[in-house]
């Protein structure tokens, strides 16, 4: 004996092998966000790190440079306040986190 279905069974079961099907391509594309914004905050951190200290780098080159002390001054502060929070910054996160519990 043939069973007939109708259009809300059909859809329920269609929702539901859907969901069965998507939900683990999900997950692994969320692993591989999370692993992509990983890596993407390590490149950030180091390229900061790099460009602030060669900020230091070059004010203390300006600092050579007769008439050009202001500029120097400026990059030299500059390259140090990158410095601290590149360097310092996750020390910071880290200290927020344990204190808060996040």
Do not use: C, W
Not at 9 to 34: K, N, Y
Not at 62 to 71: D, E, K, L, R, V
Not at 74 to 100: E, P, Q
Request: glycine residues 10%; charged residues 10%.
């Amino acid at each position: 004996m043939k069973r007939k279905y109708n259009i809300t069974e059909v859809s329920i079961i269609t929702a539901i092998l859907g969901a069965l099907i998507l939900v683990p391509q999900i997950a692994l594309a969320a692993r591989d966000l999370a692993d992509a914004a990983s890596t993407a905050v390590s490149t950030a951190t180091t390229i900061a790190k790099v460009i602030s200290t060669l900020g230091v780098v070059a004010g203390a080159i300006a600092y050579q440079i007769p008439g050009a002390s202001h500029f120097a001054k400026g990059t030299m502060v500059s390259g140090l306040i990158g410095m601290a929070l590149s360097f310092g910054g996750t020390s910071i996160l880290n200290l927020a986190r344990t204190v808060f519990g996040a």
